[in-house]
């Protein structure tokens, strides 16, 4: 069997919200662009149904194809546009355009060509319509290419095009340019610039275009929306101004109707302008963060909202939210690195400000967030916000520890460091302890011992202010209640150094703490001092022990480019390598750890056994930016590589984020086969909405129902349909304003689905009569049968089959259907 080979692939964490988001024609489905791939959405489940994959580079653009409702179009970098069939995750057709393509647009009146954004010079970025020739290949060059409109935006949202695609509308700084086709002439208006008060936000931001009338809307920098109308000639314009949002407007979207206009901004506010007038505006409030863009349903029945933290909320045409789409937060910095939870095995990292999120790397979404500040976030640029630095898990789960600081000088640290426990009943971690200023200076690490049930629970903090602390869980019980509490057991420095990091040995036995340049390992039951080494080439910048048959080795990734392997047996050094370490992540379920290196060409991935000098694994160029936190993530299925260099993948899978918190991975697997079979069950089957009991169950029923349909066939007994019976037609039919009360229609509707007593099954009459009755048709019906079989058996053109004797319950079940009435059937 061969392997294939490892390739590095994007896990997830890709933003959501770098484009609108589409809607399918039936609004069932949701498409939103995602890194190199297009993701398919159920908006009723919440679910990655499917992941469509080809692109080579960003997806910049994607739209539904105009004159069929199953296909979507895509754009990318890579210089291609692709047709989709989305409900069958397949590709259909790639245009080869062969430049840089930065937004898409369709229109119904163009069958044969879509717009284009494309840039020849640096910052200078042209309106295009590329011309899709029709070939039966699925590859095909599309290079007739028409010019449209010069010097726009870059962003999709400063181009929109109007009513029955007469005109296309751009922005761009104070000028808005409006290109008509028939005419083909631009009109040009312009706002003033100047830098008085007044004038000094007039920079348009957005535009949107009226679906039913000549009427542009435009957002702008200080709040305003203006709407403009006459504009065929540039001197007879008129526009009206709106105004609520107190910031950027970011981004505007009309009703399929045209009827209402809605907008959002920073202040995480969804405003419908009803009839476009100041008066008639209603809010969705509360939205969690800055909405970036707005998207409309085809069937005008939703609204979806796109966010600066990453996720898409499907709203109801009554401005209630009823479904969240949640990527990975990108938080402006990831000062807690990566976490995995023991108990859910997901993502751990900074969220939304103040927050852990938990991300499912199964399913690609956010599972939940757990409030650490507890202060509610204020937006305003040049504030000093408190931030969550520090976060660690403890007894397989159990307990959790964060650090927040906030520093608005030098010598204003305000530092706190919290515990909380995981509780079983609310399946949830609460507030357990609450330490201020438990150091004087910055909190550099912390770290649990490694015991899943330990007998004192250890809990160690490193510090610019030169110490280490021993944090200890006792009994913190009164007379109203019992409880247990974090209390400071030990403290520990050596010669003023500041600490820098630490952790504990597989068995809890040692504790290592490095000071600047120096690693000290103490004893875990006495904290005494054991021994130190000392490596003058820089500051110790990553620290960890060796697992397994590797556990008598200690681990130092140094600054000026040195990763040292030391004894613990020998107290001396066992080898050492010139490396620039960026990255350095043991393996938790066996003796392999990772490090990451930054080299010019990128970061590279070396994999090792610390007994063993040669590596197990090299990749080079893993990413071209730097590769700033990493973490081994145990499988819930082992694979079986077989390759040697491959096996290190086997029990556990290793994921790191890049600067632009890119979060990759090492995989033989495409995407989408990473989507769990009930995503999968999603889109085949068109039962929505479905719900989790709907999976546990459906198969069980299904399985139940193929089984009894056959008995049930035959004793089902088939009832005059609806329409045909006098009370019901009348009831429906009849104008509800000359109908008689309720009261009197209840007893003639209920009488009129009763069954007469003709029609009456013999299952329902008593078993006396049922008896008497079969012993009186005994004779009779014998005597018919036997003819009825005699005259069969005389036919030679039939089969042996016919000569089944029938046995005595079937004999009983035809009777039963003789007895049934079947005289409505002539009214049909």
């Known amino acids: 069997m061969v392997e294939a080979s490892l390739r590095v692939v994007r896990c997830g964490g890709s933003e959501l919200n770098f484009r609108r988001a589409v809607f399918s024609a039936d609004s069932k489905y949701i498409f939103c662009v995602s890194g190199d791939f297009v993701k398919v959405y159920s908006t009723t489940t919440e679910e990655c149904v499917h992941i469509l994959q080809g692109h080579r580079n960003l997806v910049t653009g994607i739209q539904l194809n105009p004159n069929n409702h199953l296909q979507l179009y895509s754009c990318s970098f890579d210089g291609t546009i692709k047709v989709w069939d989305y409900v069958d995750g397949i ?25 284009v954004t494309i840039s020849n010079k640096k910052d200078v970025f042209q309106l295009v319509s590329v011309k899709l020739p029709k070939s039966s290949s699925q590859e095909i060059e599309a290079k007739e290419i028409s010019f449209v409109l010069d010097y726009i935006n870059q962003s999709p949202k400063c181009i929109a095009f109007g009513y029955e695609g007469e005109y296309v509308a751009a922005v761009r700084d104070f000028f808005l340019s409006v290109y008509f086709f028939k005419k083909k002439a631009t009109s040009r208006f312009t706002l003033s610039s100047s830098k008085n008060k007044k004038h000094s936000k007039n920079d348009f931001t957005c535009v ?9 809307a435009t957002g702008h920098k200080d709040g305003k929306i203006r709407l403009w109308r006459d504009f065929h000639e540039d001197k007879k314009y008129t526009y009206t101004t709106l105004h609520w949002h107190h910031d950027v407007v970011m981004d505007l979207a009309f009703s399929v109707t045209g009827t209402s206009l809605l907008s959002g901004g920073r202040e995480s506010v969804l405003v419908e302008w009803r009839d476009a007038m100041e008066k008639n505006k209603e809010f969705l409030p509360r939205l969690g963060a800055t909405i970036e863009h707005i998207s409309v349903s085809p069937a005008g029945d939703l609204f979806c909202t796109s966010h600066s ?6 709203i109801h045409r009554n401005l209630e939210a009823s479904a969240v789409i949640q990527g990975l937060v990108k938080d402006r910095s990831i000062f807690t690195g990566l976490m995995v939870d023991p108990r859910t095995k997901a993502l751990v990292l900074n969220g939304k400000p103040g927050h852990l999120q938990f991300y499912s790397l199964q399913s690609d979404k956010q599972l939940y967030n757990l409030d650490i500040i507890q202060q509610e976030y204020i937006s305003d640029h040049g504030l000093t916000q408190i931030e969550l630095t520090k976060a660690a898990f403890g007894c397989y789960g159990s307990w959790l520890a964060t650090v927040e600081q906030r520093q608005e000088r030098e010598t204003d640290l305000e530092l706190q460091m919290k515990l909380w426990m995981y509780n079983k009943k609310t399946q949830g971690f609460v507030l357990n302890t609450k330490v201020s200023m438990p150091h004087e200076d910055h909190i550099t690490a912390l770290c649990f011992c490694n015991a899943e049930k330990p007998e004192t629970p250890t809990l160690v903090t490193a510090s610019k202010d030169g110490r280490f602390k021993v944090w200890v869980l006792t009994d913190d019980s009164d007379i109203y209640k019992n409880a247990v509490g974090w209390t400071c057991d030990f403290v520990g420095s050596y010669h003023k150094y500041q600490a820098t990091n630490c952790c504990f040995s597989e068995d809890d036995s040692l504790l290592a703490v490095s000071f600047e340049e120096i690693v000290t390992i103490w004893d875990s039951e006495t904290w005494e001092l054991k021994c130190t080494f000392c490596e003058r080439a820089g500051e110790i910048r990553h620290l960890c022990f060796g697992r397994l048959t590797c556990s008598k080795y200690l681990l130092g990734a140094i600054e000026n480019g040195i990763l040292c392997c030391w004894n613990l047996l020998s ?64 499988r819930d299925v082992p694979e079986s590589f077989t390759s040697e260099a491959y096996q290190w993948l086997n029990r556990s899978q290793l994921y790191f984020l890049t600067t632009s918190q890119s979060l990759l991975t090492l995989s033989t697997k495409p995407p989408e086969e990473k989507l769990t079979p009930t995503s999968k069950q999603l889109l085949t089957e068109e039962s929505l909405p479905t719900t989790p009991f709907y999976f546990i169950l459906g198969k069980h029923r299904q399985r139940q129902e193929e089984k009894s349909n056959d008995t049930l066939e035959s004793e089902l007994i088939q009832l005059p349909s609806a329409e045909n019976i006098p009370a019901i037609s009348e009831l429906l039919h009849t104008p509800a304003h000359v109908l008689p009360s309720a009261s009197f229609l209840c007893s003639m509707f209920v009488n009129s689905l009763l ?17 008497e009755d079969e012993k009186q048709s005994d004779d009779s019906d014998e005597e018919t049968d036997f003819t009825e079989k005699v005259q069969d ?23 039963r259907f003789r007895k049934v009435d079947y005289s409505w059937i002539t009214t049909l």
């Open 91 to 115: 590709l259909i057709k790639t245009y080869i355009v062969g430049q840089k393509l930065h937004a898409l647009f369709t229109l119904a009146q163009t069958e044969d060509s879509v717009f």
């Open 755 to 771: 069954l007469s007593q003709e029609t009456e099954s013999v299952e329902e009459l008593p078993e006396d009569v049922d008896m």
């Open 571 to 634: 107290c001396a050094l066992e080898w050492s390598t010139k490396l620039n370490i960026t990255v350095m992540e043991p393996d938790p379920n066996s003796e392999n750890v990772a490090v990451i290196s930054q080299s010019p060409g990128g970061s590279d991935l070396f994999v090792f056994k610390p007994s063993e000098p040669r590596p197990l694994y090299i990749q080079r160029n893993i990413s071209r930016e730097e590769v700033q936190w990493g973490v081994f993530v145990p």
């Open 309 to 314: 933290d990453n996720k898409i909320i499907v």
């Open 208 to 216: 949107a275009c009226h679906p039913k009338e000549e009427c542009i």
């Open 793 to 815: 058996t005389n036919n030679p053109d039939l089969g042996e089959d016919i000569m089944h004797q029938l046995s005595k319950s079937e004999e009983k079940e035809l009777r």
